[in-house]
C-alpha cells in the first residue's frame, strides 16, 4: 500500500498564539491519537499535499522525535476564508486494534447493461469499513461486467474479505438505467411493428 512519508516537529506551546506563528511560518499543526500516547505535532504545508488533495486511500508514516508513527489521516480542517490546511488528525495503527477507515471503490469491467445502450451511473465511490491495520487495502474492487440494463450492484453485493462494511447494505454504488437514445430506439421499434400487426387481420377479411 502506497505511504506518504512526513517529517513533523513535536510541539510543546499549544495555545491559540504559538498556534498562528506557526501557520504563519508555513506550518500545519497536527495530532497523532490512538496509540499510547498522543503526539502533538506540526510539518510544512506542503508535507501533507500529496496526502489530502487525491482521492486514493495512503498511509501516513509520521517521524517525530525520532519515532515513527504509522498512521491515517482521520479530519482535515480548512481556513473559511483561505482555504489553506488549518489542522490534521491522524489515527495511529495499532496492530490488534480495529479502525474505521473510508477506502475508495475500484469498478472494473465493462457492464453488459452499457454494451446494451444504457448508462452507467455510479452513485457513490467509496466505503466506510472497519477492520484490523493488516487488512486495510488501497481500494475495494467491484467487477460491473454482469451489470444489466435497469440492475443495480448494491453494498450487499461487495465482497471484500476480513473487512466489515458499514454502510446500509441496501444502497446501490453502481446502476445501469436507460439514455434518451435507447427509449427513443424503443418506440421508433415498436412504432413501426404496429402497423405489420393490423396487416393481418385487414389482409384476412379480404379473403
Known sequence: MKSVK???KLRSDLGKKATRQLRSEGEVPGVIYGGKETIHFSAPTPAFKTLVYTPEFQLAEI?????????ILKDIQFDV???DLNHLDFLELVEDKKVNATLPIKFVGQSQGVKDGGRLELKIKSLNVRTYPKFLMEHITVDITNLQLHGNIRVEDVKADNIEILNSPRIPIASVVTTRA???????????AAPAKGAAPAAAAKK
Open 182 to 192: 435507447l427509449r427513443q430506439e424503443v418506440t421508433a421499434a415498436a412504432a413501426a
Open 6 to 8: 512526513i517529517e513533523g
Open 81 to 83: 476564508v483561505t482555504d
Open 63 to 71: 517521524t517525530v522525535g525520532g519515532k515513527t508513527y504509522r498512521s
